[in-house]
């Protein structure tokens, strides 16, 4: 193998990786494209919790994609987790009121954190974390800006980790019996 043949292989093995560099970004882009033109957004409007327990949260869709099936996750002080019913079909602009009545579990309950893990129509996962100062009764909601709701996908470390985390948080919810359908069989 001469020096000429040598040349050709190493200059095709860096044509090709910025081929795939090329490729990747192209992706990259792409999704993002889709993060801000395609995805569902969700955000909490408003956080009610009354003294025997009921919860109310109310969110708005403020992206312009579809959230197919969503979850409101309540996650105590205590560990426990618990689980609403699925509110479907929330369309871009629309309003919803999801109100968590379990008063046997949730009456004098702490809250550490409350997410929302939604599906939209195409089948990518998405999550949103209530800001603290909504849990705290603060008003730092009138001065910071709240956060936004992230991709839980398996695509990247972070978002990978992130739907592992919910999806273990809903694993519990299910082995401790704290769904909305073992509410409902409680009735």
Known sequence: MGMKEVIIISFSIIVSIIAVLISSMGSYIAFKNYMLNA???LVFKRLSINYIGNVTVEMK???KGLCS???IILETQD???IISQPVMD???KDVCEKRIGWESKLRGVKYNNIYAFTMDANGNYFSFQMDKGMLESSESHLIEFDGRMQSANYI???SWKRRLKLEALMKKARTSC?????YKKEQ
């Open 39 to 41: 995805a569902p957004s």
């Open 61 to 63: 869709n403020i992206g």
């Open 69 to 71: 099936k969503t979850f």
């Open 79 to 81: 560990g426990d987790v």
């Open 90 to 92: 929330i369309a871009y």
């Open 156 to 158: 990247g470390v972070i």
């Open 178 to 182: 704290n769904t909305y359908s073992d």
